[in-house]
């Protein structure tokens, strides 16, 4: 038989285990639960403007579209665009016989939207 110390002891164990086995699933819910955080990246019209005039304006933009989250754009004349523009605004591109596909990190879809505001402004 168990003395009156040993009981509380033993309790005392159990009762330890038992919270910290809690405890690491609780831990483990949360991890799991928790949703990666999207960052939230405002696209100024400057940025939007560079890259406009990095492609040549409306003048040499024939066509746009998006492919995946690349904006594509069919050109008149590669020549006209200069990489030190794409640079000096972060932006990786390549050109691929008369098109340039454009890595557009964040929002590609309102870039187009903008680009295309843009260029049809002098249609109106």
Request: no cysteine; glycine share 4%; proline share 3%.
């Amino acid at each position: 038989m168990l003395t009156l110390l040993s009981q509380i002891q033993l309790y005392s164990i159990i009762g330890g285990s038992i919270t910290l086995i809690l405890f690491i699933g609780l831990v483990i819910y949360l991890i799991k639960r928790s949703k990666p955080k999207i960052e939230k990246v405002i696209i100024d019209d400057e940025y939007i403007f560079a890259l406009y005039q990095a492609l040549g304006t409306k003048d040499n933009i024939i066509q746009t579209s998006l492919e995946n989250k690349r904006l594509k754009v069919l050109l008149k004349d590669t020549r006209i665009i200069r990489p030190e523009d794409f640079k000096k605004i972060d932006t990786p591109a390549f050109v691929v016989g008369k098109e340039i596909k454009v890595l557009v990190k964040y929002s590609p879809e309102y870039i187009l939207k903008k680009i295309d505001e843009i260029r049809n402004e002098g249609l109106k």
